[in-house]
């Protein structure tokens, strides 16, 4: 399969018909895009990920910038895309300003839900700790670049104050999810294993689940924490409510949107999908459990 390249844009019959492209360092990226189509499952959608970079988490921020840029300008570029969904946390935290400087599209992005965690877990605090003063306690469960992010930092300081928040650096995760995606056999102890000292924390209520990855292990996070005790909070849902915003989508607009997918693409269709690693062993797997096609190699500058 010959490379998809900048300038290779799809012809589309109008602006309507143009995919939302959804970004993230490898498929839990799949994780938003399952969000995005549940609630408007008429809406084009194109995937892109830079899987031969994985894990974004552990490298240095000045080669992710530009790496992050480039790849998504050549995306863009390739699928035609109207608008940008940046479903990588390392990704959003870092590079949203750089993103938006070198695109025309609306860029969305992904960041911890610091504020709807601290939000629960006062709601959830037991009236017992309350009385004795003390705080709401919430967990950020993300890779070790989110954690140590000056921006995570500023989201607690404005939203979370008043509460302990635990950060728990789980980047085994990240190749756990991915190789649950393209098949392989779970290892639910990698997931015991990166929880183990989270889950002994006997006041522990909320746990954001701040890697677009994590919601595809959610079952096994929450076997681990107590799926009663501890509840688990992700960004997806919000981001697919901040994409109808974005866009402009409502029950008219979705109508017409159909009527303009029906004209111009056959029906079922699978999504574009961009990688910079196309042969990546299970990833065509991976990417259509999620309704898209077998990837493209996307060439850009390096």
């Known amino acids: ?65 530009p790496r992050i840029v480039q790849v998504c300008v050549a995306a863009v570029e390739a699928s035609g895309a109207r608008a940008l969904v940046v479903a990588c946390n390392t990704a959003s935290t870092l590079a949203l300003t750089a993103l938006r400087e070198a695109l025309s599209i609306p860029v969305i992005g992904t960041v911890p839900a610091i504020k709807p965690a601290a939000a629960l877990a006062r709601a959830r605090q037991s009236a017992a700790r309350r009385e004795k003063c003390e705080p709401p306690v919430f967990a950020l469960l993300a890779t070790s670049a989110t954690v140590r992010r000056a921006y995570t930092e500023q989201l607690i300081r404005d939203f979370a104050a008043d509460c302990r928040v635990i950060r728990v650096a789980a980047d085994p995760l990240v190749a756990e999810a991915e190789r649950r995606l393209r098949g392989e056999p779970a290892r639910p102890e990698v997931v015991a294993a990166s929880l183990a000292d989270l889950a002994a924390v006997e006041a522990l209520e909320v746990v954001i689940l701040g890697c677009t990855h994590f919601p595809l292990l959610g079952a096994d996070i929450s076997q681990v924490l107590g799926e009663s005790r501890v509840a688990l909070v992700d960004s997806g849902a919000a981001i697919a409510r901040r994409v109808a915003e974005v866009l402009a989508l409502g029950a008219a607009a979705q109508e017409a949107e159909q009527q303009v997918a029906q004209a111009v693409q056959p029906a079922p269709h699978e999504h574009l999908a961009l990688a910079t690693d196309a042969r990546q062993p299970g990833l065509a797997t991976a990417l259509a459990s999620q309704g898209f096609a077998a990837p493209q190699a996307l060439s850009f500058d390096d």
């Open 1 to 65: 399969m010959s490379p998809a390249r900048p300038g290779d844009t799809p012809a589309f019959a109008s602006r309507s018909s143009a995919p939302v492209l959804v970004f993230d360092s490898g498929v839990g990226g799949l994780s938003v895009a399952a969000e995005i189509r549940r609630q408007w499952p008429q809406l084009s959608l194109a995937y892109v990920c830079d899987n031969a970079a994985l894990p974004y988490g552990t490298k240095p921020d000045d080669w992710l910038i």
